[in-house]
Nanobody, 114 residues
Framework: VQLQASGGGLVQAGGSLRISCRTS????????MDWHRQTPGHERELVGT???????DYQDFVKGRFSISRDYARNTIYLQMNSLQPEDTGVYYC?????????WGQGTQVTVSS
């Protein structure tokens, strides 16, 4: 199993960014996938989850701003982030619990300037 995150970068406050996580070795039709983030001075936290059949759930601090989707043909999940704020700055990680083990992507840096 490998998770490869990409697409981070620098964006101004109020802007949007989409990050991706390409999976290999995972049956995307059954595996739930999560996005987590670690912001400066804080522990890593869950952002949201997408199930194998596409149902999503989000933490309150991103509801209405972030959305998760998945492309089964490309074995990829996406995190669309809108109305970004400086407090969203951090490293974003994709994650899954699959076949009895936890798997993490390498993280991608998102920086929001004020």
């Amino acid at each position: 199993v490998q998770l490869q995150a990409s697409g981070g970068g620098l964006v101004q406050a109020g802007g949007s960014l989409r990050i991706s996580c390409r999976t290999s070795g995972v049956n995307n039709k059954i595996a739930s996938m999560d996005w987590h983030r670690q912001t400066p001075g804080h522990e890593r936290e869950l952002v949201g989850t997408i199930t194998g059949d596409g149902r999503t759930d989000y933490q309150d601090f991103v509801k209405g701003r972030f959305s998760i989707s998945r492309d089964y043909a490309r074995n990829t999940i996406y995190l669309q982030m809108n109305s970004l704020q400086p407090e969203d700055t951090g490293v974003y990680y994709c994650h899954t619990f699959y076949r009895g083990s936890e798997w993490w992507g390498q993280g991608t840096q998102v920086t929001v300037s004020s």
